[in-house]
Structure formats: C-alpha cells, structure tokens
C-alpha cells in the first residue's frame, strides 16, 4: 500500500507556456502533500506543503505566483508552472502523508520538466 | 535550526567491499531517521527507516544502519557492494516544524569500481 503517483513523467514545453503535473496518493488519502525540485546531482529542496482545501504554505525563496499549487481533494495536489522558463527546468517529486502518525511520507516517482 | 549533514558528496568503493555512508543530524527531540536510495532520472526508494527501538536497523538490499544518539548519527553500512548500488543515497530526518516534513541531507553519490 502507499502509492504515489506522478503525471506526466516528463514534459517538454515552450517558453511562456504553463505546464500542469499531478501528483496522485493511489490507496490513502493524504492530508499533506508536498512538492520538491531536484537540480541535476543536487538534494531535494522543498518547495511547499500542501494542504487539502486550503491555501499551500511555500518555503522562502520560492515564488508562489509562478509555482502554483492546489490540494483539491485528499487523493490529488497539482503543481502548476506558470509561464515556464528555460530556469524552471528541473526534475520534480511529490510525497504524501498518510496522517496516521506513521511518520513516514510516500513519494512520487517523480516529473522531468523541460522547458525550450 | 534542524540540520542533516552527509560529509561525502561522492564514495567510490570497489564491487564486494564494505561501504559506510555517514548522515549526522541536528534536531531538538528523538527523529525519526530514513535512508533513501535514487538512480538518475528516478525517483526515491526507501531503504530503511529509524523511529524508536533497536538502534540497529535492517533495510532493503543488504543495507543497515545504526543510530547513535550520543554522536546524533545515523550511518548507512552495507558488507559487500554490488555493481548495482552505484546511485545517489540521501539521509533525510522527519521534524516537526509547524507541519511534520523531511528534511534532507545533501546526498552521497556512490561509484563501484568493477
């Protein structure tokens, strides 16, 4: 049990358009999700945590106006980048937390983005 | 401030010699501690994870880990590697800071010489 799923696996896009991935918690339901962006041979850093039906909590640095985020339901976060540059490429993971204590989060097999 | 540390951006080991990765942490209260593994282009594998108890615990693939309070460390060992363990190993300690997160070390890129 635990899946997380991640769609799509990879995306190419132009610049100035937006790009959508989703990020799926397949048998649980997730109170919190979060979002990371992996540099090549770099750690992950957290962008933010998302909560189901309200407003994500970014880290600092990271601009919330270009990194969009919806928790619509327990199951389902979506990260939006809007009007995506060359920068934004960068390889993006998910994970969940099952919200029984376990403390242990499940993570997505994660979205290569690639912006032209 | 919460803080993971893996001292070794890269190990190179031969294939069927030991290996330890280090991970020390900084955190006020008993963390929950977890070793994952990726290969390029994936995603993270858990190998094992640390809540209370034992301080020795076995993972997927042969690979342990022992926590050591005194010295706030959670060492990654593995007896004898495999060709197929060359990837990158993150350290990563569950806080609670506002909401329970990760907080991950650098990584430690593994390369086994044939």
């Known amino acids: 049990g635990a899946v997380v799923s991640q769609h799509p696996s990879w995306v190419i896009c132009k610049s100035g358009t937006s790009v959508k991935i989703e990020c799926r918690s397949l048998?649980?339901?997730?109170?919190?999700m979060f979002w990371y962006r992996q540099f090549p041979k770099q750690s992950l850093m957290l962008m933010a945590t998302?909560?189901?039906?309200?407003?994500?909590?970014?880290e600092q640095g990271v601009e919330k106006d270009k990194f969009l985020i919806n928790h619509a339901s327990l199951t389902l976060s979506t990260l939006t980048v809007t009007s995506a540059h060359p920068e934004d490429s960068s390889f993006y993971i998910c994970?969940?937390?099952?919200?029984?204590?376990?403390?242990?989060?499940?993570f997505g097999e994660g979205s290569r983005l690639t912006v032209l | 401030a919460q803080s993971v540390t893996q001292p070794d951006i890269h190990i190179t080991v031969s294939e069927g010699a030991s290996l330890e990765l280090r991970c020390n942490y900084s955190?006020?209260?008993?963390?929950?501690l977890f070793w994952y593994v990726q290969s390029p282009g994936q995603g993270l594998q858990l190998l094992l994870k640390?809540?209370?108890?034992?301080?020795l615990v076995q993972g997927i693939k042969g690979f342990e880990a022992e926590f050591k309070r005194s010295q706030s460390s959670f060492n990654l060992r593995k007896p004898s590697v495999h060709w197929s363990d060359a990837a990158e190993y993150f350290c990563?300690?569950?806080?609670?800071?506002?909401?329970?997160?990760?907080?991950f070390g650098t990584g430690t890129r593994l390369k086994v010489l044939a």
């Open positions: 994970s969940a937390d099952r919200g029984q204590g376990t403390g242990e989060l499940f």
């Open positions: 048998d649980f339901q997730a109170t919190t």
């Open positions: 998302s909560n189901e039906g309200s407003k994500a909590t970014y």
């Open positions: 955190y006020g209260a008993t963390p929950y």
């Open positions: 640390y809540f209370s108890g034992d301080t």
């Open positions: 990563a300690v569950g806080a609670t800071s506002g909401t329970y997160k990760y907080i």
